[in-house]
């Protein structure tokens, strides 16, 4: 058995894990490697099927550039459906001033209150960190 037949591209490659990578996202590398190695009979790159999924990734959900891209929208309809509580001149601050990077992050509530604390975060381009919105859930239950 060779190694990384060269008719094995990231097409190829792309077109047998698509259904694996949708069905589940946090699928491994090394699963997938062994994926394509039983099915083609050729071992591949770590790397080569690390980018593949990473390209996989971003037909299914988009890229992070159309993500970024959408955020003045997705702001306005919160906007139009919660009433006040977004404001829209904060879409064209973040569109005009600030990385095209995005933190989320969450961090457990203990004690009285319990819960979770769910944060977004932008940075500017003066690395100052700009809170986009936050939210307390109950805690990491499919219905939370």
């Known amino acids: 058995?060779?190694?990384?037949?060269?008719?094995?591209?990231?097409?190829?490659?792309?077109?047998?894990?698509?259904?694996?990578?949708?069905?589940?996202?946090?699928?491994?590398?090394?699963?997938?490697?062994?994926?394509?190695?039983?099915h083609f009979g050729y071992k591949t790159f770590y790397r080569k099927v690390w980018l593949t999924k990473q390209r996989v990734?971003?037909?299914?959900?988009?890229?992070?550039?159309?993500?970024?891209?959408?955020?003045?929208?997705?702001l306005f309809a919160m906007q139009m459906?919660?009433?006040?509580?977004?404001?829209?001149?904060?879409?064209?601050?973040?569109?005009?001033h600030c990385k095209p990077h995005f933190s989320i992050d969450d961090t457990h509530l203990y004690g009285k209150y319990g819960g979770v604390l769910l944060m977004t975060i932008a940075q500017d381009g003066n690395a100052n960190n700009l809170l986009i919105a936050f939210a307390i859930g109950e805690g990491e239950t499919k219905e939370a």
């Open 57 to 74: 990734i971003a037909r299914i959900y988009g890229d992070w550039e159309e993500s970024y891209n959408e955020l003045p929208r997705w």
């Open 81 to 96: 459906y919660f009433g006040a509580t977004c404001d829209t001149t904060l879409a064209w601050f973040i569109d005009a």
């Open 1 to 38: 058995m060779g190694q990384d037949h060269h008719k094995l591209d990231l097409k190829v490659i792309a077109q047998h894990i698509f259904t694996m990578v949708k069905a589940d996202l946090t699928i491994s590398i090394m699963v997938m490697q062994g994926g394509v190695e039983n």
